[in-house]
C-alpha cells in the first residue's frame, strides 16, 4: 500500500526531491573534477571514454532489470539501496591504482546510477499520481539543482586545490547522512511476490519512439555534465577555476526551465514544447561551437540547459503513466533507451575528440539536437490537470 499523503506537508514529494538533488549534486562533484583525474591517472580523452563507457555498459546492463527488481522488491528500498551504493563507491575514485580498477569502478557506479535512476523517478511517477497533476518536471529541476550547486563546489574545491579524496569524501559523508533520514518519507510501495512474464522487457513500438527523443536529449545532458568543463579548459582556454562554471550554468538554466516545464507543458503540449525546445538547444550548442570566448560558450551551454530542460521529465511521465505497463517496467524500457545517450554519448565524444576535435565532437551533438526537433512530432499531449 501507498503512504497516506499529508493535506499540508507532502513528506514523500519532498524525500523524492531530496534523492533528486543528491543525485545530481554527487554527480556533479565528480564528472566537474574530470580534468584532475586525467592528470593523476594520465589519460588522454579517448582513454577517459573507455572510463566513462564502462559505466555506461554498467547502467544499460542494470535498467532493463530495474522494473522486475522494483516489482519485487519496491522502489524505495531499490532507491535506497542504489543511492546509498552509488555515493559510498565515489570517493574510491582516486584510490584507485590502474586504469584497470578505474574502470572496474565506474562500471559499479554506472551499474547503481542506472538503478538509481530508474528507481527514483519511479517513486517521482507514484507521487505525481496520487496528486494527480504533472509535476514531473518539478523533480528534475532538484537534480538540476544539485547539478548546479555540485558544479559550484567542483569550482570551489578545484580553485583550493582540495585533494580529490577529501573532496568527494566529504560530499559522500553529508549525501549519506541525509539519505539515511529520508528513508522514512519515501513512498512504502508493495512489492509484487508473483510477476507474470519476463524478468525485464525490451522496449515495445510506443516507449521507443519517445525513448529516440530522450536518447537525443540525454546524449546532450551528458556531454554538458562530463565534457563541459574540459572543453572550456582545453578548447576555449578558461581558467580552471572558470571552466566548471559552465556545467553551472547549464545546470542553472535546467533548473529555471524545469521549475516552469509543468505549466508551459499543459500550455503549449508535448510536440509543440519539444519542437521550441530543440531549437533553443541547437541554437544554444551553436553559440558555443562557433564562438570560442569563454564567457560566450558559457552563454550557449546555458541556452542548451534551457532547451533540454524538459524533455527528459515528459517522456519519465509518458512512460510511467503508460497503459497497462507498472510505472518501474514502463519507466525501465524508456530509460534503458534514453538513458544510454547521457551515458554512452560522453565517450563517443571522447573518441571523435580524439579522431578530430573536441569541437568536431560537439558537433556530433548538434546533428542530434536537429533529429529531435524532427522527431518532435511524435511525442503527443496528454490530457493533464493544470499545474499548481
Known amino acids: 500500500m501507498l503512504n497516506s499523503i499529508p493535506t499540508l506537508v507532502n513528506y514523500p514529494r519532498i524525500a523524492v526531491k531530496i534523492i533528486f538533488f543528491l543525485n545530481g549534486f ?31 555498459i554498467g547502467a544499460i546492463g542494470a535498467m532493463p532489470f530495474t522494473g522486475w527488481f522494483i516489482i519485487r522488491f519496491g522502489s524505495r528500498r531499490i532507491t535506497l539501496f542504489s543511492v546509498f551504493f552509488y555515493c559510498l563507491l565515489v570517493p574510491f575514485v582516486p584510490w584507485t591504482f590502474n586504469l584497470a580498477g578505474l574502470m572496474m569502478l565506474f562500471f559499479l557506479m554506472g551499474v547503481s546510477a542506472g538503478m538509481l535512476d530508474v528507481s527514483m523517478n519511479a517513486q517521482a511517477v507514484m507521487v505525481e499520481k496520487q496528486l494527480g497533476k504533472p509535476i514531473m518536471t518539478s523533480f528534475h529541476a532538484l537534480f538540476s539543482i544539485g547539478m548546479m550547486l555540485g558544479a ?44 507474470e512474464g519476463p524478468a525485464f522487457r525490451l522496449p515495445n513500438v510506443a516507449m521507443v519512439s ?29 581558467d580552471a577555476s572558470l571552466a566548471p562554471l559552465g556545467l553551472a550554468a547549464f545546470a542553472l538554466a535546467m533548473t529555471i526551465g524545469r521549475l516552469a516545464g509543468d505549466k508551459a507543458r499543459f500550455r503549449l503540449g508535448d510536440q509543440r514544447l519539444i519542437l521550441i525546445c530543440g531549437i533553443i538547444a ?20 546555458f541556452l542548451v540547459g534551457i532547451g533540454l530542460s524538459v524533455v527528459v521529465p515528459i517522456a519519465y511521465s509518458l512512460a510511467g503513466n503508460a497503459p497497462d505497463l507498472p510505472p518501474g517496467v514502463g519507466l525501465a524500457m524508456v530509460t534503458t533507451v534514453g538513458y544510454s545517450g547521457f551515458l554512452v554519448g560522453p565517450p563517443i565524444i571522447g ?32 490530457s493533464v490537470k493544470h499545474p499548481d
Open 210 to 238: 519517445i525513448g529516440i527523443i530522450a536518447f537525443c536529449s540525454m546524449l546532450g545532458e551528458g556531454a554538458m555534465a562530463d565534457w563541459s568543463t574540459i572543453y572550456l579548459e582545453k578548447v576555449s582556454q578558461a
Open 351 to 382: 573518441f571523435i575528440a580524439d579522431w578530430q576535435t573536441l569541437r568536431v565532437a560537439f558537433i556530433f551533438v548538434l546533428l542530434l539536437f536537429f533529429a529531435m526537433i524532427i522527431l518532435s512530432g511524435s511525442a503527443k499531449r496528454k
Open 26 to 56: 554527487v554527480h556533479a562533484n565528480l564528472y566537474s573534477r574530470l580534468p584532475r583525474v586525467q592528470e593523476q591517472f594520465s589519460i588522454d580523452n579517448g582513454t577517459l571514454g573507455f572510463v566513462l563507457l564502462a559505466s555506461s
Open 152 to 195: 559550484g563546489m567542483g569550482s570551489l574545491f578545484s580553485s583550493l586545490n582540495t585533494p580529490l579524496f577529501t573532496h568527494l569524501g566529504t560530499i559522500t559523508l553529508v549525501s549519506v547522512i541525509i539519505s539515511f533520514f529520508m528513508r522514512y518519507y519515501l513512498i512504502h510501495d508493495k512489492p509484487t511476490t508473483k510477476q
Open 282 to 301: 541547437s541554437a544554444g550548442l551553436s553559440i558555443s561551437i562557433f564562438l570560442q570566448n569563454p564567457y560566450m560558450v558559457i552563454t550557449g551551454f
